[in-house]
């Protein structure tokens, strides 16, 4: 294999080539960035990189590593960081313009223990401003293009890490997903999302969007890779009161454990509103898978039509108040006024932009007296009835799956202007983000207009091998 094609290749894979040592630390990053030089101008995947960085520590790793039998699998693998996330010493702009110039005195939790497994961090990707969006157009620092296609959008809000995956411009990502951010990009650019239970993956270092939701999860090429980096990330961290102290064991993957498995197919998903040529591509795999699995049932989460008004509810509610801290006092952008009530309402004026300043706009009246309880208050209501949907389902069922998005990639500017529009390509992802499970992103077989289709798989709290198990099992259906 050509040295420049390393890149291309999964985690897996150059972990193997470096233990065989057929291949160099310096030769991955050397492809990677190749990567990155073709394509970057077009696609605008990355905020910063940090290139020079990344080679010197590719050399000191070449030069130090000397025992590759207990080489952890994601040493010398070059990462790229989504950019709400910390990285010690770094920009973390979360995409606007009010954080333009900050760097983190700190590691986020899972950035630290990927460092510890002796990661390269190449770089920060872009995002929708503030992780909101699903279109990744609501960037401070541009646009990003879908590598499939570049006048497609690439998903959001993690579009740039998912962009980054699907042209090689890095090995492995982290992401962010509070209602599907994970997984729709992955879905749009064709690659794997894995969204993990809330709790699993500490939250420290994560900038907040809605606390309730927030997740960091990983993007990658496959399912086994996915495996490999949240089996790093995953655990409990006492920098975050909402990680869960359980052991985490070492996510292999096991396809020969769909036989074990029923699956669960809810009909509240393959109606109006899905486009009917991702419908018969979930119901192509659907039939495929059971040949392998247990069985397939069809099960009901009655509550699913209410899922993007919950969602919406208690997303901006969460933000209006996570946000309040950016008035230009501590850290960010200032515009300077003689008077303090100009310069906040001056700094968040010009610091934030629509999307943002419309979210603070509506959680702050969902939270405001005489509308908590009946904005909020009954968004958490609807969202205990949905989780309790979920409860009831997998009495019967092992993992459910779903449609990741109903329709495929929509082109750059075509929702932008309708935000009621863009906010439905969450339909299918934000059920999940609401129950607090986890929930991965697979790419069909089968395309639309050049486009794989995402296939989402939903588990039980908890229960991310059974869902990485299962979604083993569906990509190599498709090998």
């Not at 939790?109 to 990661?119: E, F, I, P, S």
């Amino acid at each position: 294999m050509n040295k420049s094609d390393l890149a291309r290749l999964s985690i897996a894979a150059i972990h193997q080539k470096l233990k065989n040592k057929e291949i160099k630390f310096f030769d991955v990053i050397e492809s990677v960035f190749q990567q990155i030089k073709n394509n970057e101008k077009k696609i605008s995947a990355y905020i910063s990189l940090f290139e020079q960085e990344s080679f010197e520590q590719a050399q000191q790793l070449d030069q130090t590593v000397k025992d590759f039998s207990n080489l952890h699998p994601l040493t010398g693998i070059p990462f790229a960081i989504k950019d709400n996330i910390c990285v010690k010493d770094k920009l973390a702009t979360c995409g606007s313009r009010i954080l333009h110039n900050f760097n983190s005195p700190y590691d986020a939790t899972a950035v630290q223990r990927l460092k510890d497994a002796g990661v390269i961090i190449i770089g920060k990707t872009n995002l929708d401003e503030f992780a909101m969006g699903s279109s990744n157009e609501t960037s401070y620092f541009g646009k990003v293009a879908n590598p499939l296609n570049p006048e497609y959008v690439p998903g959001g809000s993690s579009g740039g890490s998912a962009a980054a995956i699907a042209y090689s411009g890095c090995l492995g990502a982290l992401g962010t997903d509070t209602g599907g951010s994970v997984r729709l990009p992955a879905a749009f650019c064709g690659v794997v999302g894995l969204k993990p239970t809330y709790g699993r993956v500490s939250r420290y270092g994560l900038i907040a969007f809605a606390s309730s939701l927030d997740c960091i999860g990983p993007i990658t090429k496959t399912v086994q890779d996915a495996a490999l980096i949240l089996s790093t990330i995953a655990g409990h961290d006492p920098y975050d009161a909402t990680s869960v102290n359980m052991p985490v064991n070492q996510f292999l993957c096991n396809p020969d454990a769909l036989k074990d498995y029923t699956i669960g197919v809810p009909q509240e998903y393959f109606t109006k509103g899905l486009d009917p040529r991702i419908a018969q591509i979930v119901e192509k795999t659907i039939a495929e898978l059971g040949k392998k699995c247990k069985a397939v049932k069809q099960i009901s989460l009655p509550h699913t039509s209410y899922t993007i008004a919950t969602y919406q509810l208690i997303c901006t509610a969460e933000a209006s108040s996570n946000l309040a801290r950016y008035d230009g006092v501590k850290y960010g952008l200032r515009i300077t006024k003689d008077d303090l009530i100009e310069m906040y309402e001056q700094t968040r004026g010009q610091g934030f932009g629509a999307e943002v300043k419309r979210r603070i706009l509506l959680g702050t009246y969902g939270l405001s007296k005489g509308y908590y309880d009946e904005y909020y208050g009954t968004a958490q209501k609807v969202r205990a009835l949905i989780k309790q949907d979920f409860d009831q389902a997998f009495k019967t069922c092992d993992i459910i799956i779903t449609p990741t998005a109903p329709t495929p990639p929509f082109k750059l500017g075509e929702k932008i202007a309708d935000p009621l529009t863009m906010y439905l390509s969450d339909l299918f992802t934000t059920s999940a983000s609401l129950a607090g499970l986890p929930a991965i992103s697979i790419p069909s077989r089968d395309k639309i207009n050049g486009f794989p289709a995402g296939i989402q798989l939903i588990g039980r709290a908890f229960a991310e091998q059974e869902v990485l198990n299962c979604a083993d099992a569906i990509e190599k259906l498709y090998a």
